[in-house]
């Protein structure tokens, strides 16, 4: 059943099919962004109480999630490099850390620039925001740790246990919005009941995240590409490669 | 569109430079990450192609001398 698994451990194959889908990702990538954010900027109408400041949730929300859902298969991959022994799980981790880390730093600038005229304040430690800012600092920590061995198999092994560790902060962040008292408002649309968003409001929004996971996806292929070529530079695969260039 | 003029748009209801920072650096930030990412690689390979063909060299050397 899971025979279509097997070769993507094998770094070359990876490397060819990252290759073919790069190009597709990227292009979809910047179609949907343009496409979401394009609608969302000028082709919805404003908030009846928060005007037109209310347009940043067209990065801010997707974002975030994606920081969150990015930081989820950045774990998932660490489980399976630790685990089986994966290679090119074990590759994916520090690829994917930097993307997250992009995310996580959209995601905060772009909730102080929503927070100064709504809240009043560029920044409170309020919950939302604080475990956010702990996520930034977990994939920061997941590439210091990579870099702090001089062998790098034991680099990324140490951070691919702290990225495991590192999970429980997901659902800290998820419901910190219920648990303590915050400035940060409650879910929307990441919630088992129908969303809390007009119709016109949502569609540009749920394109944008699909955009911004579609990046991922695409920002990943390119990374791991290098961080193949990276580890196998000795076989004889690689240097057939490079040869024909 | 539900702006009257371009001009309005570019105000965003008194809200231009919230909105606009905010935009403005995830572009910014997204580009930088997409660029590094492709320098990153073309970096690699260039310096790859210079070492084999090093080794390259050093073996002709060696079947030449013996």
């Known amino acids: 059943m899971f025979k279509w698994l097997h070769p993507l451990a094998k770094p070359e194959t990876v490397y060819h099919l990252c290759g073919k889908l790069y190009p597709w990702l990227m292009f979809a990538a910047i179609a949907l962004l343009a496409l979401g954010n394009i609608w969302g900027l000028a082709f919805t109408p404003p908030d009846y109480q928060q005007g037109d400041s209310y347009r940043i949730i067209h990065i801010h929300v997707p974002s975030a999630i994606m920081s969150m859902g990015t930081y989820s298969a950045m774990a998932i991959a660490a489980f399976v490099a630790l685990v089986w022994q994966v290679k090119v799980a074990q590759w994916s981790v520090l690829a994917i850390a930097p993307i997250g880390a992009v995310y996580t730093a959209i995601a905060l600038i772009t909730g102080m620039a929503w927070g100064k005229p709504m809240w009043g304040t560029w920044w409170v430690w309020d919950a939302r925001l604080t475990s956010e800012l702990i996520l930034l600092f977990l994939y920061l920590g997941v590439i210091a740790l990579s870099g702090a061995f001089s062998d790098r198999q034991t680099g990324a092994k140490a951070a691919s246990l702290l990225a495991i560790v590192g999970v429980i902060n997901l659902p800290i962040i998820h419901f910190s919005v219920e648990w303590w008292n915050t400035l940060h408002q409650g879910a929307s649309i990441t919630k088992f009941a129908k969303p809390s968003i007009d119709p016109s409001m949502l569609w540009p929004l749920l394109i944008s995240i699909l955009a911004f996971k579609v990046l991922m996806l695409a920002l990943t292929c390119l990374r791991l590409r290098t961080a193949i070529l990276v580890n196998e530079q000795h076989r004889p695969w690689v240097k057939a490669l490079a040869g024909e260039r | ?66």
Do not use: N
């Not at chain 2, 909105?19 to 390979?45: D, E, N, P």
């Open chain 2, 1 to 66: 569109m539900y702006f009257q003029s371009l001009a309005e748009f570019w105000a965003m209801g008194g809200y231009a430079l919230f909105v606009w920072l905010s935009f403005g650096t995830t572009y910014a930030l997204l580009a930088a990450l997409i660029g590094y990412s492709h320098y990153q690689q073309r970096q690699f390979k260039q310096q790859l192609a210079k070492r084999l063909a090093r080794e390259q060299r050093v073996k002709q050397y060696q079947e030449q001398s013996s």
